[in-house]
């Protein structure tokens, strides 16, 4: 077996982990199931990761990674703000239409760490991460000052990591594209509303001369 990297060989068993987790389930699927996804040796495994919970975190991460790259080259400048908006939320769900199986994923993630004793924290991280993603986009759409929000970024970060998550579990389960969409065309117009052009800085009086 030739030799690579150990981030790369990480990346590898993650992608083999997510592929193997979304075909058979969290609670089924092994360190030597995944090894072999990989192609690997399990001594391969236990050398790149040195357990479970490092494994899911990489997992997570990389999850997030898969939706966050496509998004970020959607949202460059556009003619309007509102067609900025929408090219992301389109993005987005591009990808959970191409990925279902990947975001079903997620779900699971969330439950088995919650239900798992000394897994607990790697839910929260999930959902810190969702909403440290979003708050980045939000940066990105903005444009440095050239426009300024009516709430904080934190604020819409975390109501639109809340929004999508139910949008996309409500899509998993019920199937209706259309539904969606129109939820992410209202979603889009709601978000644009809240950013406006910031109000340029008022010009600064010259200083009187002193009086000789």
């Known amino acids: 077996m030739p030799r690579m990297p150990l981030a790369e060989r990480r990346r590898q068993l993650t992608e083999a982990a997510i592929r193997a987790m979304a075909r058979d389930g969290v609670a089924r699927t092994t360190t030597r199931s995944i090894a072999a996804e990989a192609g690997v040796s399990l001594s391969v495994f236990h050398y790149c990761f040195d357990s479970k919970q490092a494994l899911l975190e990489s997992v997570i991460e990389t999850i997030t990674d898969h939706y966050l790259g496509v998004v970020k080259e959607a949202i460059r400048p556009r003619a309007t703000l509102h067609e900025t908006v929408r090219a992301g939320f389109r993005a987005y769900w591009d990808h959970v239409r191409a990925s279902p199986a990947e975001h079903m994923l997620t779900y699971e993630l969330t439950q088995y760490a919650l239900r798992q004793p000394g897994f607990e924290h790697l839910a929260r991280r999930q959902h810190e991460l969702y909403c440290a993603t979003y708050a980045e986009l939000i940066e990105q ?42 939820i992410l065309d209202m979603v889009t117009a709601h978000v644009a509303g809240l950013v406006r052009a910031a109000r340029p800085l008022d010009p600064v009086e010259p200083a009187e001369a002193p009086v000789g």
């Open 141 to 182: 759409v903005r444009g440095g000052p050239a426009f300024e929000l009516s709430v904080p970024v934190p604020v819409l970060a975390r109501y639109l990591a809340a929004m999508t998550d139910g949008l996309t579990l409500n899509f998993l389960v019920l199937g209706d594209g259309r539904a969606a969409q129109d």
